[in-house]
């Protein structure tokens, strides 16, 4: 519990920044999300079908993953990055006697608050619009284990990155790609083998696996829930090593 406990006061400013400015970060976190909806469920994909499923419930899974990497992954990084490389503030952390996995997890809370947000607004707005999808506590656990993934994911970004640009790169050579092309919004049926197979080496194909399949109670992958668990112990590892480098 001291664990916990102490990562809620590294996170307690970025939970007062979300309290206070509560509207400006719902809207910065859904209307992305609610315009790939509009335009690819009814712009592309109205009256279509995948895998025996309608398009508008096979995607909104799809959306919500998508939605649980960028806004973890960016609002986690660039604090991460800003606040160790310009403000130096981030050092301050090294020199208090809390446990290394306190702060990282301290660091990761506000992204996945602002992702939760997001994925909640999209499941209710998902559930008017198909009767596909379904709430469940695997579904939500499974959101909840992809949130922390991916803000892992962005403390490592944060840490090793040195500037805006670096972080920049980052996203556009890993992070936009994985958005558009890990089975998000169309099936990777549709893709060449050799394209799958690396697809697959990717953590968003399966989280978005999970999500999907746990919200439209299909065949749960087991497989894929490894993979993930996987990635959020290797993102932990190398987070906590470069936080305890840092302090030496």
């Known amino acids: 519990m001291t664990v916990i406990s102490d990562s809620f006061r590294v996170a307690w400013i970025d939970f007062m920044f979300i309290k206070r400015n509560i509207l400006v970060v719902l809207i910065t976190s859904l209307v992305t999300p609610l315009l790939y909806i509009v335009a690819f469920g009814y712009g592309f994909g109205s009256g279509a079908t995948v895998d025996g499923i309608d398009y508008i419930a096979f995607m909104i899974p799809g959306v919500m993953s998508m ?57 209710a707005v998902g559930m008017v619009l198909t009767e596909d999808m379904h709430l469940s506590i695997l579904s939500i656990g499974v959101i909840l284990l992809c949130c922390l993934t991916y803000s892992l994911l962005g403390v490592v970004a944060g840490m090793l990155a040195n500037s805006h640009l670096t972080l920049t790169l980052f996203t556009t050579l890993v992070i936009t790609p994985m958005t558009f092309l890990s089975g998000t919004i169309f099936s990777l049926d549709a893709l060449p083998e050799v394209a799958q197979w690396i697809l697959n080496a990717l953590p968003l194909t399966h989280s978005t696996d999970c999500i999907r399949s746990s919200i439209l109670d299909t ?5 894929s829930l490894a993979v ?12 906590r090593h470069l936080l305890v480098k840092g302090r030496q």
Do not use: H
């Open 67 to 123: 939605s649980t990497m960028n806004s973890c992954f960016n609002n986690v990084a660039q604090k991460v990055m800003v606040q160790r490389t310009y403000y130096q503030s981030f050092d301050e952390l090294f020199l208090c006697s809390m446990k290394p996995i306190s702060v990282i997890l301290g660091r990761t809370w506000a992204g996945m608050i602002r992702s939760l947000i997001s994925c909640a607004v999209l499941y």
């Open 219 to 223: 065949g749960f992958p087991l497989v």
């Open 228 to 239: 993930i668990l996987v990635y959020m112990t290797v993102f932990i590892l190398i987070s």
